[in-house]
Every structure is written in C-alpha cells, then in structure tokens.
C-alpha cells in the first residue's frame, strides 16, 4: 500500500503542470529571481546603449567610413579591455571581496559615461567622444558581469539553468517593448530617459536582491588560491576562433541592417535562442555539459548565418535572426560554461570569469576589425565570399571539436582533487552545517559563517573571505551562539563534531 502511494505520488510529480514545477524549482529563490531580473534590466539599458550609439553615429557622421559600425567595435574592444584588468587586478578571495564592494562604483560611473555619451552626441556631435565613452561603459561592464557569474555559482545548477533564462528571456522581452513603441526612433532625449529607466529599474532589483537571503551552496574547498596553471590552449582556441566568426558575422550584419528593418529580426534571434536553451537544459536528463550544445546548437547556427551573407540585402530577416540566435545562444552558454569551471575547480570565481570575457571578446574585436574591412570586398566578390566561408567553417569546426567536454577542461586546468582528506573534509564540514542550518533557521550568511568557523578560520580572516566588516563578522558569530546555544568555539567544535554523517550522503 505504502509502495503504490509512493509511486502515485511521484507519478504525479512527474507530471506535474510546468507553471507547478517551475514554482517548485524556483523555491527558496526570491532573490536570485531578483538579481536575474536585475541583469535582464542591465543587459536592455546596455543594448539600447549600443543601438543608440550605432544609429546616431551612422546619423552623424555618415561620410566617415564605419561610423555605425564603430560602436560595435567599441563594445567588444571595452569588454576585452575591462575583462583583462579585472582578471589582473581581482585575481584572488580577498581581491573578489574588494570587487563587490566596489560595484556601486561601477554602476555610478556607467550612469555619468551615459550622460556624457548623450552630451556628446546632442551638444558637442562628436563621434569621436561618442565612440570612446562606449568603449568606457563597455569597460564598465566586464566586472559587472564577472561579479553577477560569481554570484549564480553559488547557486544550484537547476536555479542556474532558470536564472539565465529569465535573464536573456527579460532582456528580448524589454527590447521588444523598445522597439514596438519605436523608441529607438524617437528623440534623444526620450531614449536616453528610457535607457535611464532601465538602468534605475536594475539597479533598484540588484538592491532588493540582496535584502533576500538564498539559500546558497557553500563551496567544498579550502581557501582557494589563484592557479598556478595557464590556461589550456584547447579552450583559448575556441574562444577566440567562435569570438572572431561570431565578430565578423555580426559586423558584416551591421554594415547593411540599420534602424527599424533590424529590430525585428534581432528580437526574433533573441526570443529563438532563449527558448533552445530552454529546450537543451530544462529536460529530465539534461547534463550541464555545454560542450553538446555547442556542437549542436551553436555550430550548426553560427556557420549558417554566415553562409547565408550574401542573400542579406535581399532577405535580409533570415540571416540576422540566425545570427543574432547563434551570438545570444552561445553567450547563455558561455555563461553557464563559466559556471560550470567554478563549480567544479578550485579556481577564484573572478578570474575564471574574466579570463573567459577577455579571450572571447578579443576573438570579437579580432573578427569585428576583419568584418569591416572585408565588407566590401566579400559583399561584391563571391571568390572571396568563398574563401571567408571556408574560414570560417574550419574555424567554428576547430573550435567546436578540438575541446573535449567540460571534465577534460578540469582536469587540466584546477580540477579539485576529490581524493584527497582535505576535500573531504570540507564536504563532511558543508554538510553538517548545512543540517544545522534547517535545524536552527540559520540565515544563509551565517552558515557561512559558521562553516569557516569549523574549518578553524578567525574572525578577522572570515572578514577577508566574506569581504565584510569586522563588527558585522562579529555580529553573525554572536547571533551563531544564541541559536546554537553555545558560548565560545569550543561549544561550536563540539557541535560540529557531534553530528555523524555517513560517506553515502556527500555529494
């Protein structure tokens, strides 16, 4: 009787309408709704401030060769040169920490380089100063990204999978909303409001989603350090060699896509690439694997848009839609890819992060300076068109088969050593407090807390790790003792040591 109530009630589990199983997924993850919302917000204001710089630099001074195109130029090139700096100067635990807390920095600084762009533009009409402040809040943005990566690793994999759909979901959608209203067309002034709207609205949910408290995953690991290993050459190639096919389709796309008749097509590659995603990561037997997807997905996407090039002027719908899916696609995958590295290394979230965004953006500027001074030529000439796409395919082809999957990666390149006592520990340490944390309604900061405090850590280092102050690490280990009932951290060593856990229950 038992076994077929059992039965029925999973039966029923499994079949449970979506809007109930989304509901369950996401429960327990009001916050991380928040922060995706938040990005979604971040990503439309930084879209609407890369058409705004293509369309009115084109406006402004069409008789200088690549005008509109430059701003494409310049928002690739500002996320090579801010994810190169962050990856130099934010490398370790405690560097992460000083990121964080540097992050209203960035977002004041991106919201004085939008009014600068727009006096530029209105005031000065100088596309030059247009150009170089987007490279700025380009630059701007790398850590933004770097930090909001971090954050989802964190997470589970299943809230990460949902967290990326309702980011890039929100972002089509809001862009949608600015380009049927024709906001794009209208007069600097309401655009750069609407931008500002946008910005404000993230800026406001990235504030909310803090005040919430996750439930988040502690990693299993010591005090990580920056990896003494470079790199592996297999994956610099694929970045770069997608970065540079996926740059020159977009700059070819650009060069003759301007205003209304692109808006379209654009939000269509957008609303394609979300739901491919949802339909690669949301099944049963999904696999965080982003390796398959890429040759499934992406590759077949990316080589197809660029073959259909020379039919853009006149179905130019198709070609845009392909290629926009394919860049948007493989960023969601890029960011899950990134993810997936933290998750399974003992790497510093940061420079995982910026590692990736500097080695793909710089195959976009690589691909982008090609796109616009080939244009010409590869739009007249179908010799040369030939021989691009034959480039490009054994590029793509390069970069999609050369890598192996997601655990050769980490076996070269900081794999955690599951073996060792070490890592054992750490996970029979995790599990513990994570048991205590049900039992006692622990915050999500204090299981933190109270994990470094087990694995021997002081106050003032629990202060570097967390990027915290020391008054408030001392008011989380008070608010520890009074519902723990303990009165020093022999109390709390006590506790720790008197919960048994068998090895079956480790992850």
Not at 35 to 45: D, F, K, M
Not at 238 to 267: K, N, Q, W, Y
Not at 427 to 454: N, P, S
């Amino acid at each position: 009787m038992g076994k077929n109530q059992d039965s029925s009630s999973q039966a029923a589990t499994q079949t449970a309408p979506w809007p109930k199983a989304l509901a369950k997924a996401c429960e327990g993850a009001h916050g991380l709704a928040a922060l995706s919302l938040a990005a979604g917000l971040y990503l439309t204001w930084w879209g609407a401030f890369h058409e705004a710089g293509r369309l009115y630099l084109h406006l402004l001074s069409s008789a200088i060769p690549y005008s509109g195109q430059a701003s494409c130029l310049a928002r690739t090139a500002g996320l090579c040169l801010g994810a190169a700096l962050a990856y130099l100067l934010f490398r370790t635990p405690r560097d992460a920490a000083k990121l964080r807390r540097a992050l209203p920095w960035f977002l004041g600084a991106q919201l004085l380089i939008t009014v600068a762009f727009w006096y530029s533009i209105v005031g000065l009409r100088s596309p030059y100063a247009a150009v170089g402040l987007h490279l700025l809040a380009s630059a701007t943005v790398a850590p933004a990204a770097t930090l909001w990566l971090v954050r989802l690793s964190r997470y589970p994999i299943r809230h990460v999978y949902l967290a990326l759909l309702l980011c890039f979901g929100s972002y089509a959608v809001f862009s949608g909303l600015v380009f049927s209203c024709g906001l794009s067309l209208a007069s600097p002034f309401v655009y750069g409001s609407v931008q500002a709207v946008f910005f404000a609205s993230a800026v406001l949910l990235l504030r909310r989603s803090e005040r919430l408290h996750d439930p988040l995953e502690s990693t299993p690991r010591g005090a990580p350090t920056v990896s003494d290993q470079k790199g592996p050459a297999p994956l610099i190639a694929h970045l770069m060699l997608f970065g540079i096919v996926l740059g020159m389709t977009h700059a070819l796309t650009a060069g003759f896509s301007h205003g209304a008749s692109a808006e379209l097509p654009i939000l269509a590659g957008l609303l394609l690439a979300v739901v491919a995603f949802a339909i690669s990561y949301l099944r049963k037997r999904s696999t965080d694997d982003v390796w398959p997807k890429i040759r499934a997905v992406a590759y077949p996407l990316a080589i197809t848009g660029f073959l259909l090039l020379p039919v853009m002027r006149e179905i130019s719908a198709i070609p845009l839609s392909l290629t926009e899916c394919a860049l948007a696609y493989y960023n969601m995958l890029f960011a899950l890819g990134c993810i997936v590295v933290i998750k399974n290394t003992d790497l510093v979230g940061t420079e995982v992060c910026a590692w990736g965004l500097f080695w793909k953006n710089l195959g976009m500027v690589a691909g982008s300076t090609a796109g616009f001074l080939l244009s010409g030529v590869l739009t007249s000439s179908s010799s040369a068109f030939s021989f691009a796409s034959t480039a490009a395919f054994l590029a793509l082809t390069a970069g999609a088969f050369w890598v192996g999957n997601a655990k050769t990666i980490s076996k070269i390149w900081g794999l955690r050593r599951e073996s060792t006592p070490r890592y054992h520990f750490d996970q029979v340490v995790h599990k513990k407090c994570e048991l205590l944390r049900e039992q006692h309604l622990l915050t999500a900061r204090e299981t933190e807390v109270l994990e470094l405090l087990a694995r021997g850590r002081r106050v003032e280092q629990i202060t570097g790790d967390l990027g915290i102050s020391i008054a408030t690490t001392r008011t989380h280990v008070r608010n520890l003792y009074t519902k723990l009932d303990a009165h020093c951290a022999a109390d709390i060593d006590a506790l720790i040591r008197g919960i048994k856990i068998a090895d079956a229950d480790l992850d």
